[in-house]
């Protein structure tokens, strides 16, 4: 006997979930439902399977298979129109030779068929519909029988008042060959409209088979929840494929699970989940493969699809979230709420009971979402941030994404240029390095592999080689979330500063629009081998006094990315005489000079004292003035810096312009300089050391002879529709005093400043002020603070 599966219909009433899913794909227990109908044949010794298709074939063809790994053979047969139920089964009419079951793709029920065929050979019947009692029979067609099971009158979808029967048709049918004959060719032809009832009225042998176990037609998004709430409760007499780790608590391989989470089942967790600290998992709760759940987030009936990733401290209850998607810390998710795949929701966002957000969204940080999102995308935040482009590894940022931003740039470069590339030791960073040269390469830009390599490094040999401009990628790893490791793609220009707003714009709209230049007449060049960590190391030792530093055989703690640093430090430390101890700073830095912590991407430079006191960010701007007198007689100071700073840089002859706390803006003052004392670690650390070696001073001498300034910073939660309102309010409540608007909203008066800075990446505006005391500046701080609130 074969059978014929029904796989060809759209699921508009559980749309979001099948907008990118045919119905018959979507999930059951991380499972497509169809598997559970492909292994319920199998069951009852039916192993040849035609299956119909119309919508989005292809998905279900390359999920599927030709049915080998569930040990049955199936043979596809597309529609290329719409023929109806029974079009569709007159289709596969070359297949089915012998007696056949009509089964649908996208129920879930464990009917005991070899009990129907025997019913349907007992009453030597046309065809046997199998049939089931539902409470609420509006939504099927009711079907009555006599008492010996033949067929007497169809009702489809009848009204309350025509309901007679609550026995409705399962769309299981057991028919004999001879039914084809009763189907019209070529045209759309249903059976239950129009075959059966007239099989009936010829007096056919048509017959209701009742049949006791589950079915469940999955046919809204209702019905979809109860459907796994039903396996998970073990109504379903069919197997689960998960280890039962705990009564009704189901788990696949490969799952990490913290000893803090709380599970409380029934529940399913996919293969490769991740559940972080302080996670809780409630009842029926389906989480799909690769998913990952953020430190202290909450879920309870909550269904989660594949390749999602939950933030922080959310709490998601009653809801259906498709993959592919990024769930931001502290979301709530309410009852019967449905997200589309790829969509991106903000920190903070609420979204209300019953809203279904439609694929490839993108919801506001701290937005309310009180309607549905059906139309085209909203575009939030920019591509570019403060820092370059940032996202986390393998979840935004992939090799794919990576390859168009790649033929973006290579979009609006002029052809033939040269681009530098060059990343951190991380191999995923690396990968993605490889990534981008082949999209530069293909799309007709020649790049030059400076290998592993720094920031600062990677701005060094752009502008020794001459380059249009260059890319640098590195992971970063913090310690408070280390799962969470973030990309991070600077591009620079061909100076080596980070590339101006506008380029970002050119390169976000290309992106976005998905413009990109490929020619197979002309492909880039790949050039390997510069020796880029000599010639920047060179470049170094020039601009700073050897003979005095070596004479000084200074010992150093240094915390770094121990991966790469030590080796690419190794020459210059040798050829100074600096003997260099590699550790976490807090282990003290007894037995050295000073300790040093330098940022994976070799930009941040941050010192502690002899006595393991850290230096405050003023202090260290400070002595990195000092240091670099020699070298920088202009330099950039943002406008956050402390007004001491300006009167040191006049008593060491710097000319100071004050500009916006962004690094390009600050490197732009000197753009033509090889090195940035304030963005570049390395060369930053050997000018202090040769500043202190000429003056024979040791780190602390030179800090207890620094000015004192006082400073406050604080961080005050502002949502991005707020923002524009808060600015202008502090304007004109400050109309009339001494302003400076390089950046931000800086308000002079007899105590001190404030700065009012909006943060371009995420919800909230900065307060930092200096005053005569840390009271004063406290004080400030808190005041202005405390009117951002209240402007909201």
Not at 136 to 155: Q, S, Y
């Amino acid at each position: 006997m074969k059978a014929v599966i029904m796989a060809g219909g759209k699921g508009t009433r559980l749309r979001p979930l099948t907008t990118n899913t045919p119905k018959p794909l979507v999930p059951l227990l991380n499972r497509p439902c169809m598997e559970y109908t492909i292994e319920l044949l199998k069951r009852h010794g039916i192993t040849e399977i035609a299956v119909t298709l119309q919508y989005m074939p292809d998905a279900v063809r390359n999920t599927i298979g030709d049915g080998s790994r569930y040990g049955v053979s199936i043979v596809y047969f597309e529609e290329t129109t719409p023929l109806g139920t029974a079009g569709s089964v007159k289709n596969c009419a070359d297949f089915l030779d012998e007696r056949f079951v009509v089964i649908s793709g996208d129920t879930l029920t464990d009917v005991d068929l070899s009990a129907a065929v025997r019913f349907h050979e007992a009453k030597a019947a046309l065809a046997t519909l199998v049939l089931t009692q539902v409470e609420a029979p509006l939504e099927f067609g009711v079907v009555m029988t006599d008492e010996n099971g033949k067929i007497t009158r169809f009702l489809e979808k009848p009204a309350w008042a025509e309901v007679f029967s609550d026995t409705v048709n399962t769309g299981i049918y057991v028919c004999e060959p001879d039914v084809l004959s009763h189907i019209a060719s070529k045209r759309e032809v249903d059976f239950s409209k129009e075959v059966f009832p007239r099989l009936l009225q010829e007096q056919k042998p048509l017959y209701g088979y009742v049949a006791k176990g589950y079915w469940s037609d999955i046919g809204s998004l209702e019905v979809y929840r109860q459907a796994q709430v039903d396996l998970l409760d073990g109504k379903v007499d069919l197997p689960i494929k998960a280890e039962e780790v705990a009564p009704r608590i189901f788990m696949e391989p490969n799952v990490r699970i913290d000893s803090s989470v709380r599970l409380q089942g029934p529940l399913y967790i996919g293969e490769q989940v991740h559940l972080q600290p302080g996670v809780s998992v409630g009842p029926y709760t389906v989480l799909g493969q690769n998913a990952t759940i953020a430190a202290g987030s909450a879920l309870s009936r909550a269904i989660v699809w594949e390749n999602t990733v939950i933030g922080k401290k959310a709490e998601i209850t009653g809801a259906t979230i498709c993959r592919n998607n990024w769930i931001g810390s502290s979301v709530v998710l309410d009852e019967a709420t449905v997200v589309g795949d790829n969509c991106c929701i903000g920190s903070n966002a609420v979204v209300k009971t019953g809203v279904k957000i439609w694929p490839d969204k993108e919801i506001a940080e701290s937005a309310t979402v009180t309607e549905s999102l059906i139309y085209p995308v909203r575009q939030g935040k920019n591509l570019f941030g403060s820092y370059g482009i940032r996202g986390i590894g393998n979840v935004d940022i992939t090799p794919e994404f990576v390859s168009r931003l790649a033929a973006a740039y290579a979009y609006v470069l002029p052809a033939g240029s040269r681009i530098a590339l060059c990343a951190c030791s991380h191999p995923f960073a690396q990968l993605l390095k490889h990534s981008m040269m082949t999209s530069l390469c293909s799309s007709g830009i020649d790049t030059i592999d400076l290998g592993v390599g720094t920031a600062p490094s990677l701005r060094f040999g752009v502008r020794s080689l001459q380059g249009e401009g260059g890319i640098y990628l590195y992971m970063t790893e913090p310690q408070e979330q280390p799962e969470e490791k973030r990309i991070v793609i600077q591009f620079v220009d061909r100076q080596g500063l980070p590339v101006a707003r506008d380029m970002e714009r050119q390169i976000e709209n290309a992106f976005l629009l998905k413009t990109y230049a490929r020619n197979l007449e002309r492909l880039g060049q790949l050039d390997v081998g510069y020796p880029l960590q000599e010639a920047y190391l060179r470049g170094v030792m020039s601009a700073i006094d050897t003979e005095a530093i070596r004479s000084r055989q200074y010992v150093l703690q240094i915390e770094t990315d121990t991966r790469f640093f030590p080796g690419f430090l190794s020459p210059l430390f040798d050829a100074l005489g600096i003997r260099a101890r590699y550790g976490a700073v807090e282990e003290g830095s007894q037995g050295a000079d000073f300790a040093v912590q330098i940022s994976k991407d070799g930009e941040q430079l941050r010192l502690l004292s002899a006595t393991g006191e850290p230096l405050s960010p003023e202090q260290l701007m400070a002595i990195q003035l000092m240091a670099c007198s020699s070298q920088h007689p202009r330099i950039g100071l943002p406008v956050s810096a402390p007004v001491e700073l300006e009167r040191l840089a006049q008593l060491f002859q710097i000319e100071v312009v004050r500009t916006k706390v962004t690094p390009r803006a600050m490197m732009e003052v000197a753009a033509t300089a090889d090195f940035h004392p304030f963005h570049d670690a390395v060369y930053s650390l050997m000018q202090i050391l040769s500043f202190m070696a000429t003056r024979k001073k040791s780190l602390d001498e030179l800090l207890q002879n620094l000015p004192v300034c006082y400073m406050e910073k604080q961080i005050v939660f502002c949502p991005w529709a707020s923002k524009g309102r808060v600015m202008r309010k502090m304007l004109e409540e400050n109309k009339g005093k001494l302003l400076e608007l390089v950046d931000g909203i800086k308000v002079y008066d007899a105590n001190g400043w404030v700065l009012i800075l909006p943060d371009n990446e995420d919800s909230h505006v900065k307060v930092i002020s200096q005053g005569a005391t840390a009271k004063t500046a406290a004080r400030l701080a808190s005041s202005y603070a405390k009117r951002i609130a209240e402007y909201q």
